[in-house]
Each structure stands twice: as C-alpha cells, then as structure tokens.
C-alpha cells in the first residue's frame, strides 16, 4: 500500500522508519518531513492543517493509507475531511476532543467510570476561585484547550492559583484555549505511558513507556515536550497493560460510540500510579514524542498492516502480541542551547552519521533541516538517538554513547534518562 504520514517531527521519522520496514508498504509519503525524514522517504511541502492540499496530495501521490502524527491536523477535522476517500489512522475532530477539550475529556472519562482527578470545569472566574475549595494544595489550574503544553499551572499556594485562575479566564493568557479551564485535584505518583490502538469499537495495547518532561536532570527546570523516554516499563508487563486497557480505554470507547463519535486511532492514557491505584491524567489523540522513538525500535511486525486494521475498524485483539521484541529502548533527545525558552536555528550539526553507524541505533531528526550538503538545527528539540539493547541498562549506555559522537553548538541532554526504569508498583 501506498502511505502518507502527516507531520514534521521525531515521532514522524520514527512512524516512517517503521512504515519502510513493513513488507505492506510500498511506497511513504511524509509531509512536510523534516531534514532526516527526507532522506528516508519522499517529503512533500505541504501544511498539515491545509486540508485541501491534504486532500490533493493524497489523490496526487494515489495514497491508501493516511497515518496523522500531531494533534492540529486532527482538530482541524482531516479525518473528517478525508472520510470515504481513504483509510485514516486518526479521530474525527469530534473524538480528538478528548485531547483538545480537558473538560469533554473529564465529562467522559466521569460518564464511563474512568479513575481519574476530581476535578471542576467552567468559565466563570467567581466560581473557579470558589471551587479551589474543594482541593489540597498543590492546586492544578488547566486551560481546557491546546494551549502549546503551556495550559497547565500547578499552584503551592490558593493565591497563587487564584492569579492562574484569572491569567486564564480574566486575562486570556491562553486566548480561546483558557476561555474554560478545568480545576483538578492534584495526584502524586509516578507517571506512565499507556498507548492503545483502537478501531472504532475495540482497543488493542499497544506498548508502554516513560518519558522526562523537564529540561535539567532530576526533574528540574522548565517542563519541555520530552527529553527522552524508555519501553517498556518494566513495572508494567503484558498482564498489567491489559488490565490497565480495559480500565482507561475500554469504557471511553464505548462512551464515545454511545455519543455518536466513535474513535479510531490512538489513544495515549497519561497515567499516574497513585498509592489509590492508577488515574488517568490526561488523554491524547496521537502517539506521543519522543516515546514513539522509544517504542517502535522495539516493533518487529507489519505496522502497516496494523494501522490500516485499526483504520478499517478490524482490529483482532491479542493478535499482535507477538509482534514486539523483548528489548528495552532508550531514547535520549539532543535539545537548542535555551530550549524550551528562546534559541538559535540553523546551527551546523556534526557526528550524526558516526552514531547512527554503532549497532542498535537509529537516530531519529525532529528539528533539523538541509542546507546544502550540510545538517543544521531547525527547532528546540533536534534529534532523538534510541538505543537498543537486551535490558534497560544496556540500551541506556548505547544510545548515549551514540548521543556522545553528536555535537552542535549549544547542545543540551539531560543525563538521567532511564537511570531508574520504574520497577514495581504497589497499588
């Protein structure tokens, strides 16, 4: 078959890498692809929410099979769009309410029996400063909308979370997105990946991960889109994800379809492994990043073929168990000098081939560019080294003694990746 993958980032490459190596595919399409992406498959120079030039490219390139990496093209409505044309892995812009709309999300996971935060939702700034009665600190104030990963506030103190109240819905920090916001208890533990495929009706799991959302080691400076991640997560086995899929995913899917929009795609549950037992903290409507560079190394089978059964609404549970190998992945991202804050572009990179050339490596470009013969850095996060190896231990010491042949000016790492896979949960 013939696929387009929507998206310019690391979860891009890592989706088109695997598409290659799938004995379905014969021919990938990526817009608008970035540095690395282009010298792997064709790229095409087209804006993902364009959903008319979408539209044409996938009849221009003869496209079967449309797989959306980000969120914007789904909220956009490109499945909706592209109904009845082609099979699109990804929700209409009505299920992927359950990343774009906090409050719709709540509103479900509450109806299905989801465990989850308690939570209040509305736009009024008299009753949001009312209801912070209602928690403990630390108080969680969230713009419902997108907001750029910059919507979601945790406050030590109720003045503090009052001023986030009033950014929101009084100052309009976040512009539409923080015109409602959701209040939320704050829930401690440590936090997971559970990433489902879903094809209308079921769910199938798909793989589990970790990731490190803030800048410096020790989970210290400003949260970022990811520093790095790992698969699996030894705490979770083949048993335990199944329980947790039937817990978190089930019942939203068979809420949704109750609702009229059903979803097809994949659902990313944000967990937090309370001492109460696993909450959901968020759900979005994509594969994460970089946790897609941490867990498609680890796939052997078709994903092709399992993306275009879940698009179709063919999904077989339990038939795709045997298609992950039983190595561990790391994956630790090379960042802009002043990421997340304000950087430096089209800085020359060196060393990208010498690492890619150690086995169990694959280096996956989310914000680079070509110019001429030569690399340079395109955005904060740039590249995404993944390591192989028979345990965690092992993969964590390949991808950074990969990352180590790597250098551009102002590079930043964090070094504590999967230095601590989780190991055990208690409750």
Same mark, same amino acid.
């Given at each position: 078959?013939?696929?387009?993958?929507?998206?310019?980032?690391?979860?891009?490459?890592?989706?088109? @890498?695997?598409?290659?190596?799938?004995?379905?595919? @014969?021919?990938?399409?990526?817009?608008?692809?970035?540095?690395?992406?282009?010298? *792997?498959?064709?790229? %095409?120079?087209?804006?993902?929410?364009?959903?008319?030039?979408?539209?044409?490219?996938?009849?221009?390139?003869?496209?079967?099979?449309?797989?959306? $990496?980000?969120?914007?093209?789904?909220?956009?409505?490109?499945?909706?769009?592209?109904?009845?044309?082609?099979?699109?892995?990804?929700? #209409?812009?009505? !299920?992927?309410?359950?990343?774009?709309?906090?409050?719709?999300?709540?509103?479900?996971?509450?109806?299905?029996?989801?465990?989850?935060?308690?939570?209040?939702?509305?736009?009024?700034?008299?009753?949001?400063?009312?209801?912070?009665?209602?928690?403990?600190?630390? =108080?969680?104030?969230?713009?419902?909308?997108?907001?750029?990963?910059?919507?979601?506030?945790?406050?030590?103190?109720?003045?503090?979370?009052?001023?986030?109240?009033?950014?929101?819905?009084?100052?309009?920090?976040?512009?539409? &997105?923080?015109?409602?916001?959701?209040? @939320?208890?704050? *829930?401690?533990?440590?936090?997971?990946?559970?990433?489902?495929?879903?094809?209308?009706?079921? $769910?199938?799991?798909?793989?589990?991960?970790?990731?490190?959302?803030?800048?410096?080691?020790?989970?210290?400076? *400003?949260? #970022?889109?990811?520093?790095?991640? =790992?698969?699996?997560?030894?705490?979770?086995?083949?048993?335990?994800?199944?329980?947790?899929?039937?817990?978190?995913?089930?019942?939203?899917?068979?809420?949704?379809?109750?609702?009229?929009?059903?979803?097809?795609?994949?659902? =990313?549950?944000?967990?937090?492994?309370?001492?109460?037992?696993?909450?959901?903290? @968020?759900?979005?409507?994509?594969?994460?990043?970089?946790?897609?560079?941490?867990?498609?190394?680890?796939?052997?089978?078709?994903?092709?073929?399992?993306?275009?059964?879940?698009?179709?609404?063919?999904?077989?549970?339990?038939? =795709?168990?045997?298609?992950?190998?039983? %190595?561990?992945?790391?994956?630790?991202?090379? !960042?802009?000098?002043?990421?997340?804050?304000?950087?430096?572009?089209?800085?020359?990179?060196?060393?990208?081939?010498?690492?890619?050339?150690?086995?169990?490596? #694959?280096?996956?470009?989310?914000?680079?560019?070509?110019?001429?013969?030569?690399?340079?850095?395109?955005?904060?996060?740039?590249?995404?080294?993944?390591?192989? $190896?028979?345990?965690?231990?092992?993969?964590?010491?390949?991808?950074?003694? &990969?990352?180590?042949?790597?250098?551009?000016?102002?590079?930043?790492?964090?070094?504590?990746?999967?230095?601590?896979?989780?190991?055990?949960? %208690?409750?």
């Amino acid at each position: 078959m013939r696929v387009l993958v929507l998206g310019a980032g690391g979860r891009e490459h890592a989706l088109c @890498e695997a598409l290659t190596r799938s004995t379905s595919v @014969e021919h990938v399409v990526c817009a608008p692809g970035n540095g690395g992406i282009a010298a *792997l498959v064709t790229v %095409r120079p087209v804006l993902v929410t364009d959903i008319p030039a979408v539209r044409a490219l996938v009849a221009d390139e003869r496209i079967d099979l449309v797989v959306v $990496g980000p969120e914007a093209p789904l909220v956009a409505g490109v499945a909706n769009a592209l109904a009845g044309e082609v099979a699109v892995f990804g929700p #209409t812009r009505q !299920a992927a309410r359950m990343e774009s709309s906090k409050a719709f999300a709540k509103d479900v996971m509450n109806a299905a029996g989801v465990p989850s935060a308690r939570f209040w939702s509305g736009q009024d700034p008299t009753a949001a400063r009312a209801s912070l009665e209602m928690f403990t600190p630390p =108080y969680v104030v969230k713009a419902d909308g997108l907001a750029a990963g910059k919507g979601v506030m945790i406050c030590d103190e109720r003045a503090e979370a009052e001023r986030a109240v009033d950014a929101c819905l009084l100052d309009r920090r976040f512009s539409d &997105a923080g015109a409602r916001i959701v209040v @939320e208890e704050y *829930l401690e533990g440590p936090e997971v990946s559970l990433f489902a495929l879903c094809d209308g009706h079921a $769910g199938v799991g798909f793989a589990t991960a970790q990731d490190y959302k803030r800048a410096l080691d020790g989970d210290q400076g *400003l949260n #970022t889109g990811g520093m790095g991640a =790992y698969s699996p997560v030894p705490a979770l086995g083949p048993e335990r994800t199944s329980e947790l899929v039937a817990m978190t995913v089930h019942p939203v899917l068979s809420e949704l379809a109750a609702r009229g929009t059903p979803y097809t795609g994949v659902l =990313y549950a944000g967990l937090v492994l309370t001492a109460d037992g696993p909450r959901v903290l @968020e759900f979005n409507a994509r594969f994460g990043d970089p946790e897609t560079q941490a867990m498609l190394p680890r796939f052997n089978g078709d994903l092709g073929t399992l993306l275009h059964d879940a698009a179709a609404g063919r999904l077989a549970p339990g038939a =795709y168990a045997g298609d992950w190998s039983q %190595r561990a992945c790391v994956t630790v991202v090379l !960042a802009s000098g002043g990421y997340p804050g304000a950087y430096e572009q089209a800085v020359p990179i060196q060393g990208v081939e010498a690492a890619e050339s150690r086995t169990d490596v #694959t280096v996956f470009h989310a914000g680079t560019a070509r110019i001429g013969a030569g690399l340079v850095t395109a955005g904060g996060r740039v590249l995404a080294v993944s390591g192989l $190896g028979d345990d965690h231990s092992t993969a964590r010491a390949t991808a950074y003694e &990969a990352a180590d042949r790597i250098s551009f000016a102002g590079c930043h790492r964090r070094s504590d990746i999967a230095r601590t896979p989780l190991q055990e949960v %208690r409750a």
